[in-house]
């Protein structure tokens, strides 16, 4: 089976990490959306919340499980059985950043290998810093989630 | 059944090049090395040499298919039925590059998906330009090749 | 009077040219879109073809002017009396590139600055020589071109 | 009016910020130099001190105003009636930074555009970290304030 | 006589630092490997920890001195009379980074000059943060240490 | 004897290569300015032109040898005795280039190292591609030559 891991915090996930697993699903068997967790880094929305927007947003994709870990990625694979890391990548800058890291769980993960797609030129300025900064701003993220999240949290956003 | 094509012009195949392709292999049930048959460029090794050499390097990976095509490469894509396209990316700028590329065939081939691994660390610095200069400079290029392309064309440096 | 020149050979005028051009509309007075004229150049349009599809896609802007010329690009502005060079910049690349030669210019034509805008997402991956290969493969480059461009060439391109 | 909002903490302005400002100048009708106010950052310098760094420097240019603001910049933008963003960018990883950032306030904004100009190359090494670094090693940063600045500043330096 | 200084904090140094430092010497008659003394910064291995590390591994250098200091790392060199820094460089993203601070330490440093080296492309994915994730992770990070500092560590990773 | 090979067609030599050559001779005890001599290579200057260019400029460095070479580089590198490369970065996307070809030389030269120093500020848009086209515009390209060169060439260019 063909296992591929997209790990992050997803604070929350947006469309553009919604796009890269829809995108990347006729590559895989399954593929798990994996949040690691960090227990001295402070996030924005609750592991429950991130969890269930995962949930929410692949509802539709028998393929795609959530998850959590607390390890290194590259033995999260491992222990999983993934033989790939999923990443999208937005431009230069992100390129130089994960490709570090991808030949790095490549030795660590005895041959864990990163697939890298491009974002999508609609999605390049999609981020979770983005989205958290619009709503530290009181205004409606809605455009930039998958659309059964912004659902969710328009109440909160409209007076 | 999960085609990618791997397109190029191979001038000549290089170590980088087969190492994306192997690497690549556990992704895909077909890989066609596939050289853009462009009759006004001028090319290093002839396509029945190129062709050669891909043959030789891939003779024990049945999954491997050589071809040429002369149309465009998303449509060349869409004939086959392929929904991938392979590129390996050695640093920022290769993305720059390749990311319009791939924008742009995901356009046109309705939806052929690039599928992006990085350059293994060590074979970051080959290229087919690279090892034309070296022989183009009367020495052996052999460490930048495929076995069996450096042994097809050792006799040639060896004086 | 703010007068831009948007300088380059637009073999051909794409979509992303042309919106560069209207979203700079609202910064100045007028903007010379400036055919660069390089006779050692091969060009796949005519000049006369290239022209007109400049002015075929600005007929509706009284601030659009075309021209042509044969000198420096710094000088043909302090000829023109233009204080500033437009840009779009799509990636990293470009403007690696493009700061060079806004270094320049600015020394070159006495304080000519380079207004850049960034490229639209949606037209990230569009450029002259993309419309190229597509035209070279037989394919209908329509989504690339500004409408009138696409309406003038379309009948080459339906067989 | 042409109005352009540049956007910062300013902590300090640099020589660097001055000469974005100066050579925009010819064209906007307006500048605003716009202190985001984010009470949960810590300053180097109080706003009261970064604003008056800020009156000090462009106190010769009726055409640039002071001001401060707590939404999201393209928003404040929009409740100021201003088009244009203005920023400046010194390099490659500037550039994939400012992009996305540009693309999105593009939207946010409902077509707030960002112009940017390069960093004058006596400038690129220029930034309000490197002052304060320098102010933190108990040197003199003169050279990197505009002029104004420095004067004020300086006798804080001489022992 | 010649003096680099390799400034950082080295928390901890690792094979990527020591292989600069090592294919250096032949450059310089004396590299000096200085920790910056930053007492508000948070670093996972002390200090004395820090210097250890770098004093087991350069044992067998009579050339490589090691030293601690807290002022501007331009100002550092003019008091030792080194007219060298020494940096490595990994990627496009480190260039845009370091060539910031080079151009600035040459003008506060009254022309020490930055010498950079490209890391080896076998290193070129070890970084001090990632052998710390990799530490933290409960993992032993052996192979991006230099030999002595695994040695040194490793009974704290075997269980 | 430390020797530093810099290596280029210097078509023609610029301030920037002065500039580089200047700031590393503190590094070594010679460096030799080397000229490819690439037949199949169309040059804007002669050969004969090119090297007085060179003699011209470091007429004062004894230290400075000038010469021609035919190998590749590395292959020049080793039987000279010269154990490293010089060469200057402008940007992120020079090092990506210069990044494959240092860590190419080191293989093929058997360890010899590229030294890169960073193009100084003021000099950063200087390039012997920009001085071309300016000579070809019929203008004076003095500021970006060494002040020999430029006294030289200065008679074609006043009318």
């Not at 999983?80 to 660590?108: P, S, V, W």
């Given at each position: 089976m063909k296992i591929a891991v997209f790990a992050g915090s997803f604070d929350p996930l947006t469309k553009g990490h919604e796009d890269i697993v829809r995108r990347a699903l006729p590559l895989f068997d399954q593929i798990v959306v994996a949040f690691g967790n960090n227990s001295s880094k402070n996030y924005f929305f609750t592991l429950e919340e991130r969890?269930?927007?995962?949930?929410?947003?692949?509802?539709?994709?028998?393929?795609?499980?959530?998850?959590?870990?607390?390890?290194?990625?590259?033995?999260?694979?491992?222990?999983?059985?993934?033989?790939?890391?999923?990443?999208?990548?937005?431009?230069?800058?992100?390129?130089?950043?994960?490709?570090?890291?991808?030949?790095?769980?490549?030795?660590?993960?005895?041959g864990v290998e990163t697939v890298f797609l491009n974002t999508a030129a609609q999605h390049s300025y999609i981020s979770s810093t983005i989205v958290r900064e619009i709503i530290k701003g009181g205004e409606d993220p809605s455009k930039f989630l998958p659309a059964p999240v912004a659902d969710y949290l328009r109440p909160k956003f409209t007076k």
């Open positions: 969890l269930h927007f995962a949930q929410l947003t692949f509802a539709d994709c028998p393929q795609v499980k959530i998850d959590t870990y607390q390890m290194l990625t590259a033995l999260y694979c491992q222990q999983l059985g993934a033989k790939f890391l999923l990443r999208g990548i937005r431009n230069a800058a992100d390129f130089d950043y994960e490709n570090t890291i991808a030949q790095l769980n490549r030795l660590i993960g005895e």
